[in-house]
């Protein structure tokens, strides 16, 4: 690592201890997985977790949410999981191209979830899940390249600082009704663009990501966008317009115009049917 390099991951980790934000669990620094692209052309398979995607994920709930059937997963899928998880842990994403390492830590960050709530079903919430004492986000779940690594780690380590795309967080689904919806399909390099933003569209278009309380508001969000709200625009003004981006043309236009506050709103109730 140069001078440089090292002097930043430094004042980086200063930064975040100041103001608690990334989250301090964190394994390494950003500079750690943040490589130059690998020439490899090799594509990760994620052929199981796509197939467990599409068996348990329901499409179709009356709440417009997708849901997941937790308590449905069989022994055979719930093994299958396990080794999916395990065979990804057994790689170094680094050693890919980019499209590929971005598959890899979502569809990793989806499967650790999935199996942290089958571990602890029948919950009703996720963050009521302890482990050890910590919050399920803070936990170290999984050793990727010798690392111990949490979902907090993957999400503001690793995925949001070194892709600096606001679109990875609709590929997220962290089981709670608040969410970006939990996909049907595994991501992959070639699908990820469109995935997300599909995503997106989802998510911003619903009452749980964007809700208007009446000509004259307040603005309802989710609170993955008050986290956010610095990747999304340097101020508010550039926040609301690339939300309106996504979203249809009356929500769309609501946002181009709005001046007042924004309330955000959680909801950690499992997404579950």
């Known amino acids: 690592m140069s001078k440089r390099l090292a002097l930043a991951a430094v004042l980086l ?53 997708n849901r997941f059937r937790y308590g449905e997963v069989s022994a055979a899928d719930r093994a299958a999981l396990d080794r999916y998880i395990d065979r990804l842990a057994g790689l170094d994403p680094r050693d890919y191209r980019r499209k590929e390492q971005l598959a890899y830590w979502i569809n990793l960050y989806n499967a650790l979830t999935v199996q942290l709530i089958i571990d602890h079903f029948p919950v009703a919430d996720i963050s009521n899940i302890r482990i050890d004492g910590a919050e399920p986000w803070r936990a170290p779940l999984v050793t990727v ?36 919806d939990i996909q049907p399909r595994a991501c992959t390099g070639p699908n990820s663009r469109e ?31 008050e986290t956010y709200e610095r990747d999304f625009g340097k101020n508010r003004k550039e926040f609301l317009r690339l939300l309106a981006h996504y979203a249809e043309d009356r929500k769309a236009l609501y ?18 049917p």
């Open 13 to 65: 980790s200063v930064m975040a201890a100041a103001v608690g934000y990334p989250p301090q669990s964190m394994a390494l620094s950003v500079a750690d997985w943040d490589r130059a692209e690998a020439g490899n052309p090799a594509v990760i398979d994620h052929g199981v977790w796509d197939g467990l995607l599409h068996r348990y994920v329901v499409e179709s709930h009356a709440s417009g949410i």
């Open 145 to 180: 390249a010798g690392q111990p690594l949490s979902l907090d780690d993957i999400e503001h380590r690793i995925l949001m600082p070194i892709w600096k795309d606001h679109r990875v967080l609709f590929g997220l689904a962290c089981g709670g009704l608040g969410c970006p």
């Open 195 to 225: 995935l997300l933003t599909s995503a997106g569209r989802r998510f911003i278009n619903s009452d749980r990501g964007l809700s208007i309380a009446g000509a004259r508001g307040p603005l309802r969000a989710s609170r993955v966008f």
């Open 255 to 272: 946002l181009l115009g709005y001046k007042g506050n924004i309330q955000y709103q959680d909801n950690w109730k499992l997404n579950a």
